[in-house]
């Protein structure tokens, strides 16, 4: 391969960092990636613990074509590398009473599952599929392109999807044109997960979620989704990129507005000509950037910035198997109150919804035979909402224990735990870096989106660049790797080279 010229320093390798990293790897560069931790991941490793394998974020890959995308790009497929399961049903829901939903992606079966859980609501079904694929053939060539000049709003794809984008109503609300019963639109809602917001609050342009789902399915890897990070830091040393793992960056080396390299927990100062940060987007702005750099991104604006929620985890090594579905959503009574609790009123609710991944129904390589790998995640307030984590930990883990039991056919939990990890949205902050806590970063509000994310070409130092859930197009591993895909595209051109042809 011929060398490209720029030498490019990645400050982690998380989804986002590697997407770019062997992106640009592929293409010539000479990529040197730096991860504080021992391993590839990020929110996006692998947590072992006592034989059991879990996964310490995603869990749910959604438009695959968007990372088959990325590893073509990069000169490969991704099926040798990783062995795909398409989930069928995607997953269940849960309500309080104990009535359920099993979403689908055939849409024969599901206006079949319509017709049985909400008798007379299918016919809003089509109208979901042909007015959300329209929004999704207009959105997602504009989600595709750089944010980093305002000139973006005048392109004339960005134009054309205007009536798309600003629905001026939230996803609970834009549903309501679909589905009548309210129960039925809290099943495609529950997905503004993902954005870590409420869907009373989160734009209706983002019904395009259940709409991919829907469309293209849900996946999941054998040995877990980490193992997608794995892949394509293989690939990228595969194109001579270079990995260092336990490498903590200190700081940015600067010379006035422009990055000029990285420092090294040691005080070693390596020179490159471009800086890509993958640290999540906060965080890296209050620890690793001089604030006299930051301009409008100082702590005190970003401390006004509007952030996703928190999860409280609990990862369970347990010495059964159990035989239900793969993904479960477990909606609280007043959703509703739950969701308000955690974004307007922070506080835990007494009655939370929660999800739980029982992995080994499908992939037998993450337990030890005839056990089982259990991940629970409770959306809870941000750090914003300064509970203290310390204190109330080990009575919220008691209380999620007692709603598993309660809720689902996995009874006696206690007595059958073999390993357990817990993450608290304080552990989020300070062991794994990120910012308030909030797990799926920046929210993402219109004023908060597009333009007015932060750039992927890094708005306030010069050869700085970002990628992640922090910068444009947003959090959630298609958006994310998508964010690699924008960030190397600029890198490339300022070279004067593309994606599709050769330096
Ligand atoms: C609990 C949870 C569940 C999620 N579920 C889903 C899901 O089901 N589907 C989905 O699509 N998305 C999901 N997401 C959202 C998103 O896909 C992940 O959070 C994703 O891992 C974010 O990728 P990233 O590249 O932005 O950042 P990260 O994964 O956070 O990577 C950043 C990397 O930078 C490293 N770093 C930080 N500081 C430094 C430093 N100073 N020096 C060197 N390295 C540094 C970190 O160690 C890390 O490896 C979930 C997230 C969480 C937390």
């Not at 347990?318 to 579905?325: A, E, G, P």
């Not at 949205?425 to 909030?438: C, I, K, Q, R």
Request: net charge neutral; glycine share 8%; charged share 25%.
């Amino acid at each position: 391969m011929v060398k490209a010229g720029g030498k490019i320093a990645v400050v982690g390798a998380g989804p986002g960092g590697l997407s770019c990293a062997m992106l640009l790897a592929s293409r010539g560069f000479d990529v040197t990636v730096f991860e504080k931790e021992g391993e590839v991941g990020g929110r996006n490793a692998p947590i072992h613990k006592g034989g059991f394998t879990f996964d310490t974020g995603p869990t749910f890959l959604m438009m695959r074509y968007i990372l088959d995308e990325i590893f073509a790009l990069s000169g490969r497929k991704s099926d040798d590398y990783l062995k795909f399961t398409r989930l069928e049903p995607m997953y269940r829901l849960v309500f309080h009473d104990g009535a359920e939903f099993f979403p689908t992606t055939d849409r024969a079966k599901m206006g079949s599952e319509i017709a049985r859980a909400f008798p007379g609501e299918e016919g809003g079904l089509a109208r979901f599929y042909s007015k959300e694929k329209k929004r999704l053939e207009m959105l997602a060539p504009c989600l595709q392109k750089d944010y980093s000049n305002f000139s973006a709003f005048v392109r004339p794809t960005f134009i054309a999807a205007i009536p798309y984008l600003f629905t001026n109503n939230s996803l609970y609300e834009n549903l309501g044109n679909y589905f009548r019963a309210e129960r039925l639109r809290l099943c495609f809602t529950f997905q503004a997960k993902y954005l870590g917001m409420s869907p009373w609050e989160c734009p209706g342009v983002f019904t395009m979620i259940p709409y991919v789902e829907h469309e293209y399915g849900i996946y999941h890897v054998e040995g877990g989704l980490n193992m997608i990070s794995k892949a394509m830091a293989k690939v990228f040393e595969e194109h001579g990129g270079k990995l260092r793992l336990g490498f903590p960056i200190k700081r940015l080396v600067l010379a006035g507005k422009a990055a000029r390299g990285v420092e090294l927990e040691n005080g070693e100062k390596l020179l490159f000509d471009e800086v890509v940060i993958n640290a999540d987007f906060a965080h890296a702005m209050t620890h690793l950037v001089e604030p006299k750099a930051l301009g409008r991104y100082s702590e005190a604006n970003l401390r006004k910035k509007r952030y996703s929620c928190s999860t409280f985890m609990l990862y369970l090594g347990l010495d059964k198997k159990y035989d239900f579905t793969h993904h479960s959503i477990f909606l609280a009574e007043d959703y509703r109150a739950n969701i308000d609790d955690i974004s307007v009123r922070k506080r835990l609710s007494e009655d939370f919804s929660f999800y739980i991944q029982n992995a080994s129904a499908t992939d037998p390589t993450l337990a030890p035979k005839g056990k089982s790998t259990i991940y629970v995640l409770v959306p809870v307030p941000n750090n914003t909402s300064g509970i203290d984590w310390k204190k109330e930990a080990d009575a919220f883990r008691n209380r999620v224990l007692d709603a598993v039991e309660a809720r689902t056919p996995i009874k006696d939990i206690r007595k059958h735990i073999e390993a357990e990890h817990m993450i608290t949205p304080a552990d989020w902050e300070s062991g794994h870096g990120v910012f308030l806590g909030a797990t799926f970063n920046l929210a993402h509000n219109l004023t908060q989106m597009l333009y007015f994310r932060p750039h992927n070409r890094f708005e306030e130092l010069e050869n700085c660049y970002l990628v992640g859930g922090g910068t444009h197009p947003g959090s959630g591993l298609p958006t994310i790797y998508e964010s690699g895909r924008i960030t190397a595209e600029l890198i490339l051109k300022k070279y004067r080279l593309s994606q599709a042809t050769g330096p």
